[in-house]
């Protein structure tokens, strides 16, 4: 089992910055992703982006140029540094974790609202 808690988020308006942060505990294995995803209200939940144990990151088409994903690996902790926020960016974000090669579960954080006003 792995445990995800999330912080930040919140509400802004459109052209400013937000920061959500998830810690992962219990299961962790060493080689592993962690990640974000959104939903917003009548829609599918997307991925947002995604870094792997070893650094490598995929971006949705959406936020790249200004959303940055990050890790601590020693912490079990991911971030988001969203910049730039529209309107569209708001969503419940959920925090992703998922081990690559024992027990790929995936494993969902609470979810955190971010609202942006135009």
């Known amino acids: 089992q792995v445990q995800l808690v999330e912080s930040g988020g919140g509400s802004v308006q459109a052209g400013g910055s937000l920061r959500v942060s998830c810690v992962a505990s219990g299961s962790i294995t060493s080689i592993n992703y962690m990640g974000w995803y959104r939903q917003a209200p009548g829609k599918q939940r997307e991925l947002v982006a995604r870094?792997?144990?070893?650094?490598?990151?995929n971006y949705a088409d959406s936020v790249k140029g200004r959303f940055t994903i990050s890790r601590d690996n020693a912490k079990n902790t991911v971030y988001l540094q969203m910049n730039t926020l529209k309107p569209e960016d708001t969503a419940v974000y959920y925090c992703?974790?998922?081990?690559?090669?024992?027990?790929?579960?995936?494993?969902w954080g609470q979810g955190t609202q971010v609202t942006v006003s135009s």
């Open positions: 992703h974790f998922r081990n690559v090669f024992r027990d790929t579960t995936d494993y």
């Open positions: 870094i792997m144990s070893g650094g490598n990151t």
